[in-house]
Nanobody, 114 residues
Framework: QVQLVESGGGLVQPGGSLRLSCVIF????????VGWYRQAPGKQREFVAG???????NYPDDRKGRFTISGDTAKNTVYLQMDNLELGDTAAYYC????????WGLGTQVTVSS
């Protein structure tokens, strides 16, 4: 059974940084596509960053340069490094694995506030 466990969220000031982690159980990282998504209150869930099984990365245009996705196959973990955080980055962040079906974690909350 596939299980995803996110961590690393918290409260940070504008301009600060956070690194989120997504530990994957039940699937091997190097054969799956993984994505980070976020959902703010009252808004739809949106794509943040993706990492393919071929280790290609992709980002929405408005987040290129601030967010970086990476993977550690030894730890079966995907990371999301977020720099220069803005108030609008406040949201619950979720990890998703695409492997036939979609599998989601429970999320980790990121709050950007002064």
């Amino acid at each position: 059974q596939v299980q995803l466990v996110e961590s690393g969220g918290g409260l940070v000031q504008p301009g600060g940084s956070l690194r989120l982690s997504c530990v994957i159980f039940g699937m091997t990282l190097n054969i799956i596509d993984v994505g980070w998504y976020r959902q703010a209150p009252g808004k739809q869930r949106e794509f943040v960053a993706g990492l393919t099984s071929g280790r290609r990365t992709n980002y929405p245009d408005d987040r290129k340069g601030r967010f970086t996705i990476s993977g550690d196959t030894a730890k079966n973990t995907v990371y999301l490094q977020m720099d220069n955080l803005e108030l609008g980055d406040t949201a619950a962040y979720y990890c998703k694995v695409v492997a036939g079906s979609d599998f989601w974690g429970l999320g980790t909350q990121v709050t950007v506030s002064s």
